[in-house]
């Protein structure tokens, strides 16, 4: 079974950057990596994602240009770099794993972690 836990969460104001941890365990070869994110009141939704050799990466367009997804397999981990952050970022983010073709979907993302709390203030 994979476990995934996030860490790096936090308050931080407008144009302010976090970075995100997501450290793995159990089987994760071959696996896409990549992020969500649930604010009060709305869907959890697509941020990020990786591919296994890290070749391929993709965002949303709502964080294109500000967030940046990486990965290193030899330490089983994948991190969110979030630049130029806005209040509409605020939202509890996941880290997620993907063992087969996928799409935006939440539901193509078989694993999760707990999810960590970033704020972004005005």
């Known amino acids: 079974q994979v476990q995934l836990v996030e860490s790096g969460g936090g308050l931080v104001q407008a144009g302010g950057s976090l970075r995100l941890s997501c450290a793995t365990s159990?089987?994760?070869?071959?696996?896409?990596l990549g992020w969500f994110r649930q604010a009060p009141g709305k869907e959890r939704e697509f941020v990020s994602a990786?591919?296994?050799?890290?070749?391929?990466?993709y965002s949303a367009d709502s964080v294109k240009g500000r967030f940046t997804i990486s990965r290193d397999n030899a330490k089983s981990a994948v991190w969110l770099q979030m630049n130029a952050l806005k209040p509409e970022d605020t939202a509890v983010y996941y880290c997620?794993?993907?063992?087969?073709?996928?799409?935006?979907?939440?539901?193509?993302?078989?694993?999760w972690g707990q999810g960590t709390q970033v704020t972004v203030s005005s």
């Open positions: 159990g089987r994760t070869f071959g696996y896409t």
């Open positions: 997620a794993a993907a063992p087969r073709p996928w799409t935006a979907a939440p539901s193509d993302f078989k694993y």
């Open positions: 990786i591919s296994w050799r890290g070749a391929n990466a």
